[in-house]
């Protein structure tokens, strides 16, 4: 079983309200995490990114005000303070260029002996690339396109120093990119740092069976993780590729207790602090594309349909027809007699392992066992500690099973992962 941690914060997932909750800005709480996880023998800690403030109703989004550190200064600052864990970062293949970034990956893989890895992103929506000075904007059908000759690109240039230590010219000319010249960083610990892919269309499932190493997947129950699981592995063979050369990793939370009664009654209040009256309202304005702001979140749900074509929310990816996820939760709140609020709790619950230490470690187990999952990136919901209890409580039990290391046994993280060093194609 392959385990990463998720450092929490711009979302709703995090309980700012909690007095535990500390910043996600001071390097203090980056340390703490990305310990916790090292000691927890995890593979990597990764760190999500967002390139613009969300807006909702031309609001800042009460979530995103904080804002958060660049993910690669912060990835090398705890390269210095870890000795194995593998160190992730989102960046946009959007709005980034192919030297610039594989520069910047290749030093962070240096500077942490082989520990770096990418999770490559996208985006087409021209709020976002309004921060950026060409505008950014790309139609949605070139940006897996752009993805693809993007890290194409990077992977020529972290190959264009041969493994004795020689540079080499580099030239490429493709459709977004005609690049030339010479790399000015040697081939690393690693040979290529190690590629994430975040997307779940049928485009971004065919990237990741192309290209990633590790697929970061919202599919976070059974059912869906098998059928994503096995749709992904199964586009492989076309690439010449074999299923154990890519991972696939949900993102998943979790709340424990020393009971099962406890747990379930923890991640219920849990829930409901996620979940404010304001943000119940903000939910519900996004599917329903209008202003809600006059309605009760502990009233009844509104009687008219949503507007598909509008959202007061700029910034967000959206999942789901607006029609049918509005039809979802009527039926729901219909079936339990939920209010708006209670509605938003029940629809959006983000706990996806509930427990003692022994269930959760035995539904882990199960997901892998039943092929929903190669591993999990665990999204605890307070900052920093939040991974704390797993780590020392649900961890020594899969160690105890023989799912888990108990030490690493590689410095890398392609060891840590199982996977091989790219063959030099220089």
Same mark, same amino acid.
């Not at 041969?162 to 080499?168: I, L, N, S, Y």
């Not at 939760?329 to 022994?358: C, D, H, M």
């Given at each position: 079983m392959h385990l990463a941690a998720h450092f929490p914060g711009v979302n709703n997932t995090t309980v700012w309200a909690d007095p535990r909750s500390g910043s996600q800005i001071d390097f203090s709480s980056?340390?703490?995490?990305?310990?916790?996880?090292?000691?927890?023998?995890?593979?990597?800690?990764?760190?999500?990114?967002?390139?613009?403030?969300?807006?909702?109703?031309?609001?800042?989004?009460?979530?995103?005000v904080v804002g958060r550190p660049e993910s690669l200064t912060v990835l090398a600052a705890l390269a210095a303070v870890t000795d194995r864990l593998g160190l992730a970062a989102t960046v946009n293949a959007t709005f980034n260029?192919?030297? =610039?970034?594989? &520069? *910047?990956?290749?030093? $962070? %893989?240096?500077?942490?002996?082989?520990?770096? #890895?990418?999770?490559? +992103?996208?985006?087409?929506?021209?709020?976002?690339? =309004?921060?950026? &000075? *060409?505008?950014?904007? $790309? %139609?949605?059908?070139?940006?897996?396109?752009? #993805?693809?000759?993007? +890290?194409?690109?990077?992977?020529?240039?972290?190959?264009?120093?041969?493994p004795d230590g020689a540079p080499r010219p580099f030239r490429h000319q493709g459709r977004h990119f005609t690049i030339e010249g010479e790399f000015t960083v040697p081939r690393s610990p690693q040979g290529h740092p190690v590629v994430i892919q975040a997307g779940d269309s049928p485009d971004g499932r065919e990237f990741a069976a192309s290209t990633a190493d590790v697929v970061f997947t919202r599919h976070g129950t059974l059912e869906s993780g098998r059928a994503?699981?096995?749709?992904?592995?199964?586009?492989?063979?076309?690439?010449?590729?074999?299923?154990?050369?890519?991972?696939?990793?949900?993102?998943?939370?979790?709340?424990?207790?020393?009971?099962?009664?406890?747990?379930?009654?923890?991640?219920?209040?849990?829930?409901?602090?996620?979940?404010?009256?304001?943000?119940?309202?903000?939910?519900?304005?996004?599917?329903?594309?209008?202003?809600?702001s006059s309605y009760d979140p502990d009233g009844p749900l509104p009687e008219t349909d949503p507007d598909p074509g509008s959202s007061p929310a700029r910034g967000r990816v959206e999942h789901g027809d607006p029609l049918a996820v509005?039809?979802?939760?009527?039926?729901?709140?219909?079936?339990?007699?939920?209010?708006?609020?209670?509605?938003?709790?029940?629809?959006?619950?983000?706990?996806?392992?509930?427990?003692?230490?022994?269930?959760?470690?035995?539904?882990?187990?199960?997901?892998?066992?039943?092929?929903?999952?190669?591993?999990?990136?665990?999204?605890?919901?307070?900052?920093?500690?939040?991974?704390?209890?797993?780590?020392?409580?649900?961890?020594?039990?899969?160690?105890?099973?023989?799912v888990f290391r108990s030490e690493y046994t590689g410095p890398t993280l392609r060891s840590h992962l199982g996977l091989a060093e790219p063959v030099w194609k220089g």
């Amino acid at each position: 079983m392959h385990l990463a941690a998720h450092f929490p914060g711009v979302n709703n997932t995090t309980v700012w309200a909690d007095p535990r909750s500390g910043s996600q800005i001071d390097f203090s709480s980056f340390e703490h995490l990305a310990r916790t996880a090292e000691r927890g023998r995890f593979d990597f800690f990764f760190l999500a990114e967002g390139l613009r403030l969300r807006e909702h109703n031309g609001r800042i989004h009460d979530l995103d005000v904080v804002g958060r550190p660049e993910s690669l200064t912060v990835l090398a600052a705890l390269a210095a303070v870890t000795d194995r864990l593998g160190l992730a970062a989102t960046v946009n293949a959007t709005f980034n260029e192919p030297y =610039e970034l594989a &520069r *910047r990956l290749a030093s $962070l %893989d240096h500077l942490s002996d082989g520990r770096a #890895a990418w999770n490559v +992103v996208t985006s087409f929506d021209a709020f976002t690339g =309004e921060n950026f &000075r *060409r505008g950014g904007y $790309l %139609d949605r059908a070139d940006r897996y396109t752009r #993805a693809a000759e993007f +890290v194409a690109t990077a992977r020529g240039l972290w190959d264009a120093w041969t493994p004795d230590g020689a540079p080499r010219p580099f030239r490429h000319q493709g459709r977004h990119f005609t690049i030339e010249g010479e790399f000015t960083v040697p081939r690393s610990p690693q040979g290529h740092p190690v590629v994430i892919q975040a997307g779940d269309s049928p485009d971004g499932r065919e990237f990741a069976a192309s290209t990633a190493d590790v697929v970061f997947t919202r599919h976070g129950t059974l059912e869906s993780g098998r059928a994503f699981y096995a749709d992904v592995k199964a586009r492989l063979a076309k690439y010449g590729r074999e299923p154990d050369e890519l991972k696939i990793m949900p993102g998943v939370t979790f709340v424990l207790g020393d009971s099962d009664a406890e747990a379930q009654e923890r991640a219920a209040e849990i829930r409901h602090r996620q979940v404010s009256p304001q943000n119940a309202l903000l939910a519900l304005e996004r599917i329903w594309g209008r202003d809600l702001s006059s309605y009760d979140p502990d009233g009844p749900l509104p009687e008219t349909d949503p507007d598909p074509g509008s959202s007061p929310a700029r910034g967000r990816v959206e999942h789901g027809d607006p029609l049918a996820v509005a039809a979802r939760w009527r039926a729901l709140s219909k079936e339990k007699g939920l209010s708006i609020r209670q509605t938003v709790i029940e629809a959006t619950g983000r706990q996806s392992f509930i427990g003692s230490p022994l269930t959760v470690a035995e539904q882990l187990i199960g997901f892998v066992a039943a092929d929903a999952a190669d591993g999990f990136i665990l999204v605890p919901h307070l900052t920093p500690g939040g991974l704390d209890d797993f780590v020392d409580r649900v961890v020594p039990l899969l160690q105890e099973r023989g799912v888990f290391r108990s030490e690493y046994t590689g410095p890398t993280l392609r060891s840590h992962l199982g996977l091989a060093e790219p063959v030099w194609k220089g």
